[in-house]
Structures are given as C-alpha cells and as structure tokens.
C-alpha cells in the first residue's frame, strides 16, 4: 500500500515512456521481418517485455539495453514453442493472429487476470480465414495448430484493434484478399507499420484491406504513449500546468482530447511533426474549470485505455456526466466499469456504474481515500491523480502494478 499526498499545485515538463502499443508491434513485427531493427525509446514494461520473451521463444534474436530494443528477425518460426504473455492481452491476441498463418504448433499462456479474459472473441473471427485454434472455454491457454489460411471478409460487431490486427497479421499470410470491417475505426498502429514495412495493405475509411505479404525490418523510434501522458495532462487540467514532450497524437488516439475539448479543458498542441509515419507533438495543459458531458459509444474505441481517467475528471467537474458505449472496459486487466465507480466513490465521489459507462456527478472538491487498484495499471495511476488532486490524499492498494505500463509512474510524480 502507498500514500499519496495531496497538493495544491502540479506543474512540471515530462519525458513519458514510449507508446506501449507501438512498442509490441514493432519488437513483434520485426521479430519475422527480413534484416535487422533497432527500436529506440521503446516501453521497457512488463506488457513489452512478455512480447520480447515470446519472439526469443519462437527464434527471434531480441536484446535489451536500456530503452532500446535491437531485433533480428526468423524467417520460420520454432514449432511447438510454449509462449508466456504474462499480463499482455496485445501480446496474446495479436500472437494468436500472427502465429495462425505460420505452419507451427504453438500454445499462448499467461497469468491468472490474462487467463480471465476472452479470447474467443480472437479465435472465432480468426477461424473465418480457415484458423485452427483452440481456446479453453473461450480463455487462455491458447493453442495454434498448423492450417493454411484463405482470405475473406470479416465484420467486426466491435471496434478492437487487438482483434483487427490478429486479423491483418493473419491475412499477410493467407491467400487471397482479407478485408476487415468495423463499425467505428479503433486505432490503427497496426496497418500503419505493416505499410512501413512493406506489407500490401490498403485503408478506405472502416475497411482495411491486406495481401499475402513479406515484411521488411524497419528501425522504428517510438514516440511517448499518449495513455502515460494523459495522467500528467489531466494533473494539469486539475492542479496547475503540464508540458508532455514527444507525445503519439495519431488521430485514432486522440479521444483524450476531444474529451479534454468537451470538459473544457484548456490544452494547447506545440511543435507538430510527423515521425516514423506517427504523428507527435508536446502537449501543454493548465488549469481549467470543467464542465460535464456526454460520451459515447463512437467515442470509445479512440480513449478506451483512457476512460477511467476521463470519469475521474468528470468527478472534479460541474453538473453530470454520461460516458456510454464502454463495455469494453468490463474485459480488461479489470472490470473497469466497477473499478472506476468503486475509486470515485472511495475518493469522496459520486459515480453510478452502468453496464456500458458510468453516470458522475461532479462535485468540485473530493476528499481522498483509500483505492484498490485490483493490480489494474489504469486504475492504480488513475487514483493517484485523484489522491493528488483531493482534499487529504489517501492510499493506493497494490500500486507495483503500474509497471506494466508505466515503471517509473511513482517516482516521476514525485519528481
């Protein structure tokens, strides 16, 4: 358990860790490219590590050196490879995908929350192209048994990007046309480094289109993870000014701000570039007095990660809230529906959990408390800024889990 004062003013410039997202898919990716990578300011957390371990196991040479990540790619995988994706749902499901194609055995395992999560919802629509996967009773472990694939037209019912990609890396080895559809565009790192990489792959508005493909290795410098930003953003918006350095802007992760645009908060884009096919920029974020608002369900899949801290908000906020469309959030490291009504109300708050968001009532001025992170990194950092933002802080149980995103969370808090 950990105490976290509060204070009355947080102002600070930040150098976040890199995209997390983009950290898996370049080590993953490069790990069956032709040549070599060299990955810089990549996330070393828990989540991209387990994606590490799991390209050595399938014959992948991948070193760490601090934040860089050095990939020489298997033109085959091992077969019978035995794959542990510790607490990484990305790990998981974008490997099921990705191993699909390859003519290998292979089993996909991970830890007691992983192992509580669906992964049918993978196989199912993998099986469309010809798949042979198992699951156990929708769940991990997971097993991928040689079969040689065919390209169709898949429908997503849900926005997932963890979905959409298993199925682009699946349909780079399939025959024919894959053509995968959804009803509201997730975030697309995925088709825009297999691009990069050589892949035949095209994008028209909610379709993507892939082909049989070889992928050429690409060194890959990740800009900062636009989720670890958004929780110093939001110390900005609630307690002073913040300025986040190098921060991933690409339009499909940008929920956050247009969440920050309905609040009120007042944030400003400074030196715009392009990198690396990636939108980045420095975000400046100050004082604001909020408002409440309406999400929904075409909002979601651009803030998903980022909900919870977006409720929070809400709470600090004038008048009611509604965030709906979410029950994405129920199949998370945690029920984050619960957990978020759970944390606000700890703090002093007033949250009702629905089935798919929350209705908030804000209230100005919280008092603190005690929060239990249900060892979920979004909830654990998410009641910190709340702890810091209330009237007489309070305590986080079990707040080491912020390393599977964020490792140095704490000490650049205090910093």
Same mark, same amino acid.
């Given at each position: 358990? /950990?105490? $976290? ?39 070393? @957390? ?8 799991? !390209? ?19 033109? /085959?995988?091992? *077969? ?8 990484? @749902? ?19 395992? @991970?830890?007691? &929350?992983?192992?509580?999560?669906? !992964? ?39 926005? &997932?990007?963890? #979905? ?7 349909? $780079?080895?399939? *025959? ?9 565009? &997730? ?7 297999? +691009? ?11 379709? #993507? ?17 636009? &989720?670890?930003?958004?929780?110093? !953003? ?69 803030? #998903? ?44 708050? *007033? ?22 992170? +249900? ?21 986080? /149980? ?18």
């Amino acid at each position: 358990m /950990q105490r $976290i004062e509060p204070r009355a003013h947080f102002e600070g410039e930040f150098k976040l860790p890199g995209d997390k997202s983009i950290t898996h898919r370049a080590v993953m990716f490069n790990a069956t490219a032709e040549g070599k990578a060299v990955i810089t300011n990549a996330l070393i @957390g828990e989540d991209c590590l387990s994606t590490c371990a799991c !390209m050595r196991a399938l014959g992948a040479k991948v070193e760490v050196d601090g934040t860089t990540i050095m990939v020489e790619g298997t033109p /085959q995988f091992l *077969d019978g490879a035995k794959l542990n994706c510790g607490n990484s @749902g990305t790990t998981m499901r974008l490997l099921t995908g990705f191993l699909a194609g390859k003519g290998v055995h292979a089993t996909l395992y @991970g830890d007691n &929350s992983l192992s509580s999560r669906p !992964m049918g919802r993978v196989a199912k629509p993998l099986a469309l192209l010809g798949a042979d996967i198992q699951t156990t009773d929708g769940h991990a472990p997971v097993s991928v048994s040689p079969k040689a694939l065919t390209g169709t037209k898949v429908e997503l019912a849900i926005a &997932s990007a963890q #979905v959409k990609s298993a199925l682009l890396l699946a349909g $780079i080895s399939a *025959d024919g046309e894959t053509v995968v559809s959804e009803p509201v565009k &997730s975030r697309d790192h995925t088709e825009r480094m297999l +691009y990069a990489m050589g892949a035949d792959i095209q994008e028209e508005g909610r379709l #993507v289109t892939v082909k049989k493909s070889v992928l050429h290795a690409i060194d890959v410098c990740v800009p900062s993870d636009i &989720s670890s930003a958004a929780y110093f !953003m939001a110390l900005g918006a609630l307690k002073g000014k913040t300025l986040c350095k190098n921060v991933g802007v690409n339009p499909t992760r940008t929920g956050i701000l247009t969440a920050f645009d309905r609040l009120g908060v007042k944030y400003t884009l400074l030196n715009e570039r392009v990198s690396g096919g990636e939108k980045i920029a420095d975000i400046l974020v100050e004082k604001s007095n909020m408002h409440g608002i309406v999400l929904t369900e075409e909002l979601v899949p651009s803030m #998903v990660d980022e909900l919870p801290l977006v409720a929070l908000l809400c709470a600090f906020a004038d008048g009611e809230s509604r965030i709906t469309g979410a029950k994405e959030l129920k199949v998370k490291e945690s029920d984050r529906i619960f957990a978020t009504a759970e944390l606000i109300r700890n703090l002093g708050g *007033d949250c009702t959990p629905l089935d798919d968001g929350f209705i908030i009532r804000g209230k100005k001025n919280l008092t603190g408390g005690t929060i239990n992170s +249900y060892l979920d990194h979004r909830i654990a950092m998410t009641g910190a800024v709340g702890l810091i933002a209330s009237e007489n802080g309070g305590y986080i /149980q079990d707040p080491e889990c912020c390393a599977i995103s964020f490792p140095d969370f704490f000490e650049k808090l205090n910093a």
